[in-house]
């Protein structure tokens, strides 16, 4: 089993800035994708960026530019630093990792962007 602890968040300016973390605890691999996804009320859960144990990151295209994730494998920890941040990043946003063919989310934190 693997648990996901995610802290960050909170009501931020638009054009402003904030980093979410998420460490991971438990039974780890070492392969791995590890990332973030988002859901607006009244929408889907959708992928925001993942990260994999060699370094590749997939983002979407509507917060590329903005969003970057990066990860400390030591620490088991990915960050997702949010640059100029617009009301439509307004989500829940869920920690994710997959690994040895199962899916693990964190609890969701909540990024309001609202001046």
């Known amino acids: 089993q693997v648990q996901l602890v995610e802290s960050g968040g909170g009501l931020v300016q638009p054009g402003g800035s904030t980093r979410l973390s998420c460490a991971a605890s438990g039974t780890i691999y070492s392969i791995y994708t590890m990332g973030w996804y988002r859901q607006a009320p009244g929408k889907q859960r959708e992928l925001v960026a993942t990260i994999t144990n060699t370094g590749g990151t997939q983002y979407r295209d509507s917060v590329k530019g903005r969003f970057t994730l990066s990860d400390d494998n030591v620490k088991n920890t990915v960050y997702l630093q949010m640059n100029s941040l617009k009301p439509e990043d307004t989500a829940v946003y869920y920690c994710?990792?997959?690994?040895?063919?199962?899916?693990?989310w964190g609890q969701g934190t909540q990024v309001t962007v609202s001046s």
């Open positions: 994710y990792r997959h690994q040895d063919w199962r899916d693990y």
